[in-house]
């Protein structure tokens, strides 16, 4: 069992439609960060998070310490963020654990 | 300007071969990070520098040999490659102070094809 756990693996979605990915860790992090890598393979840091709620745009990042968990959200869905979305967990030493990565698509 | 570069970003070799994979960026950051990306799209670190010392080594085969020169740069060196050693390894860089977590910050990767 991976200390990351991300769900779903793949979602497909209609434009405009407001979308949910959910990250679930066993271990005590420092920040959890959430990163989204491009059809063309660049990976790029979306959010770094240790409490509360975090905005850009229409990218909203939540997560609740007590419960181990942590939410991306994208209001207003567009194809262009059709992406692998991945959670990682930092620790000690600056390390990441990461998840599994969450297949977008959005369909226009 | 390329915050975190690397090359190349194409790497195609036989078995049995070394081969090295450079890494720089220009960002002033004071770590360093080697990421490995396997067939299944899962990511998982491999080393980490911080000001040209090694503070993470998982376990990674040791014919794998990371060497930072300064705190710009950090290169993969791989002896011996084998057909599992294909996979797209991606740099990144950070500040890192005790405690303090930071953004990290991700080359294009460098994809390895070993036939």
């Known amino acids: 069992k991976n200390e990351v756990e991300q769900s779903p693996q793949n979602l497909t979605a209609q434009e405009g439609e407001f979308i949910t990915i959910n990250c679930s860790y066993s271990?005590?992090?420092?920040?959890l960060h959430w990163l989204q890598q491009h059809p063309g393979g660049g990976i790029v840091s979306l959010f770094m998070l240790s409490s509360g709620k975090k905005k850009h745009g229409r990218l909203i990042a939540t997560i609740n310490i007590q419960e181990k968990h942590s939410s991306l959200h994208i209001t207003a869905s567009h194809p262009r963020d059709s992406a692998v979305y991945i959670c990682a967990g930092e620790t000690s030493g600056s390390r990441l654990t990461f998840g599994e990565g969450t297949q977008l698509t959005v369909n226009p | 300007d390329t915050a975190v570069s690397q090359t190349p970003k194409y790497l195609v070799t036989q078995m049995g071969n070394d081969k090295s994979i450079k890494c720089e960026q220009n960002l002033g950051h004071d770590t360093m990070y080697w990421y490995k990306q396997d067939s299944k799209k899962f990511l998982k670190i491999m080393f980490s520098?911080?000001?040209?010392?090694?503070?993470i080594n998982e376990t990674v085969p040791n014919r794998f040999s990371p060497k930072s020169p300064d705190k710009a740069h950090l290169n993969l060196h791989i002896n011996s490659l084998e057909l599992g050693d294909s996979a797209v390894y991606f740099c990144?860089?950070?500040?890192?102070?005790?405690?303090?977590?930071?953004?990290?910050?991700f080359g294009p990767g460098t994809r390895l094809t070993v036939t």
């Open positions: 271990v005590g992090i420092s920040a």
């Open positions: 520098y911080n000001n040209k010392e090694l503070i």
């Open positions: 990144a860089s950070s500040w890192s102070i005790a405690g303090v977590p930071y953004e990290q910050y």
